[in-house]
């Protein structure tokens, strides 16, 4: 295998990262995403040299050249994780006839869940101006990859009811109108049952493990909220990545 074909590949999720970073930001601020990077703190400009991905942060040791303020650790790790995330949906897809078709896809949706991530982490908001064109994009290009129209549809609207029966039982209160639209994105990239099922139980199984640490801990009380974006992002993410050997692992032991 040529390695330098995922060297290039981590390169590239390396300045996806650096972009995506920014692009959180501008999307919470509703700015442009044109013109130079500043900091958040001092709003100065940053110079090109500032804003090399990952090398810039550890070269300035973690804060600003203008203010001397601390830059968020959210910076480099995700420039690191879009990095390893985009060299191994190469490595997953690198024997495929169509992969060019699958590496367009698969990072397009693991950049988008990364956004997803921070931004709902951050501010318990799901970035919809990400969501929605991200949804129709990914549906056609399941369509280039020869799935049916009508398992993809299917799929989706699986994914939005099983959101959308909680938010009616809990009465809008256990999750938000965007965990729906999520629900829609989730089914459109996964149009097999057994790969949306299994996102949503590691999103779930994560987010009840981490629930459990945080209430032992006394970081949350029972009526705290804790946003659910950032556990589907993940969950999504593995079962992109590895969710064909998970499957084929659990039916081994059945």
Same mark, same amino acid.
């Given at each position: 295998?040529?390695?330098?074909?995922?060297?290039?590949?981590? +390169?590239?999720? +390396?300045?996806? %990262?650096?972009?995506?970073?920014?692009?959180?930001?501008?999307?919470?601020?509703?700015?442009?995403?044109?013109?130079?990077?500043?900091?958040?703190?001092?709003?100065?400009?940053?110079?090109?040299?500032?804003?090399?991905?990952?090398?810039?942060?550890?070269?300035?040791? %973690?804060?600003?050249?203008?203010?001397?303020?601390?830059?968020?650790?959210?910076?480099?790790? !995700?420039?690191?994780?879009?990095?390893?995330?985009?060299?191994?949906?190469?490595?997953?897809?690198?024997?495929?006839?169509? +992969?060019?078709?699958?590496?367009?896809?698969?990072?397009?949706?693991?950049?988008?869940?990364?956004? =997803?991530?921070?931004?709902?982490?951050?501010?318990?908001?799901?970035?919809?101006?990400?969501?929605?064109? !991200?949804?129709?994009?990914?549906?056609? +290009?399941? /369509?280039? /990859?020869?799935?049916?129209?009508?398992?993809? !549809?299917?799929?989706?609207? @699986? %994914?939005?009811?099983?959101?959308?029966?909680?938010?009616? !039982?809990?009465?809008?209160?256990?999750?938000?109108? %965007?965990?729906?639209?999520?629900?829609?994105?989730?089914?459109? =990239?996964?149009?097999?049952?057994?790969?949306?099922?299994?996102?949503?139980? @590691?999103?779930?199984?994560?987010?009840?493990?981490?629930?459990?640490?945080?209430?032992?801990?006394?970081?949350?009380?029972?009526?705290?909220?804790?946003?659910?974006?950032?556990?589907?992002?993940?969950?999504?993410?593995?079962?992109?990545?590895?969710?064909?050997?998970?499957?084929?692992?659990?039916?081994? @032991?059945?």
């Amino acid at each position: 295998m040529d390695y330098s074909f995922v060297v290039l590949s981590a +390169l590239m999720g +390396l300045l996806i %990262g650096s972009f995506l970073n920014c692009l959180i930001w501008r999307l919470y601020k509703n700015e442009t995403i044109s013109g130079r990077s500043y900091c958040p703190k001092c709003s100065n400009m940053i110079a090109w040299y500032d804003n090399i991905p990952l090398f810039s942060f550890l070269i300035l040791r %973690g804060r600003c050249r203008h203010c001397h303020k601390k830059i968020s650790w959210q910076y480099p790790l !995700v420039e690191f994780a879009t990095s390893l995330l985009f060299a191994l949906a190469f490595l997953k897809n690198i024997s495929s006839p169509d +992969l060019g078709i699958l590496l367009a896809r698969d990072w397009l949706i693991i950049a988008s869940l990364m956004i =997803v991530f921070v931004y709902d982490l951050r501010w318990q908001l799901v970035p919809m101006l990400i969501v929605w064109p !991200v949804t129709g994009v990914v549906f056609i +290009l399941n /369509l280039l /990859l020869g799935f049916s129209w009508q398992s993809i !549809v299917l799929s989706g609207l @699986l %994914g939005a009811a099983f959101f959308l029966i909680q938010y009616i !039982v809990t009465k809008k209160r256990g999750l938000g109108e %965007g965990d729906i639209w999520l629900g829609l994105l989730l089914g459109i =990239v996964f149009p097999t049952v057994g790969e949306l099922a299994l996102s949503l139980c @590691l999103a779930y199984f994560t987010g009840a493990l981490i629930g459990i640490f945080l209430l032992s801990s006394h970081k949350k009380e029972w009526k705290s909220k804790m946003a659910l974006g950032p556990f589907l992002a993940y969950g999504a993410i593995i079962t992109l990545i590895y969710g064909q050997k998970i499957i084929t692992w659990y039916l081994s @032991l059945l």
